[in-house]
């Protein structure tokens, strides 16, 4: 079974950029047609597509976060990362990262992932 772990500050401040890894270990970031990505929960509301980055190295982002989202990843760490820039406390949630054998883009329905990390709280102070 692949196994997720979200790493990363629990506290940002207002304008700076979140920037959050993930550890992934019993799988393998370039294997064919997965899928690594980010969602969101903010308290109160629903679940978030953030983005992904496919096995290939392509990524896709959320429209309404594309222009402040960053997927990159470190193969020989096997460690994929975010970057969310410009952070206002509206960015507060629990941070996942997640897995999927097959590329989808935006799905917020659980159980169209197969793995998943624990979460990880990321507070915005103003």
Request: charged fraction near 15%.
């Amino acid at each position: 079974q692949v196994q997720l772990q979200e790493s990363g500050p629990g506290l940002v401040k207002t304008s700076q950029t979140l920037s959050l890894t993930c550890t992934v270990s019993g799988g393998s970031l370039t294997t064919s047609t997965s899928a690594w990505h980010w969602l969101r929960q903010p308290p109160g509301k629903k679940l978030e597509w953030v983005g992904v980055i496919a096995y290939d190295g392509s990524t896709y982002y959320s429209p309404t976060l594309k222009s402040r989202t960053s997927i990159s990843r470190d193969t020989s760490k096997n460690q994929f990362s975010l970057q969310l820039s410009h952070v206002t406390p509206e960015d507060t949630a629990v941070y996942y990262c997640a897995r999927s054998d097959e590329l989808r883009l935006g799905a917020i329905d659980t159980s169209l992932y197969d793995d998943w990390g624990q979460g990880t709280q990321v507070t915005v102070s103003s």
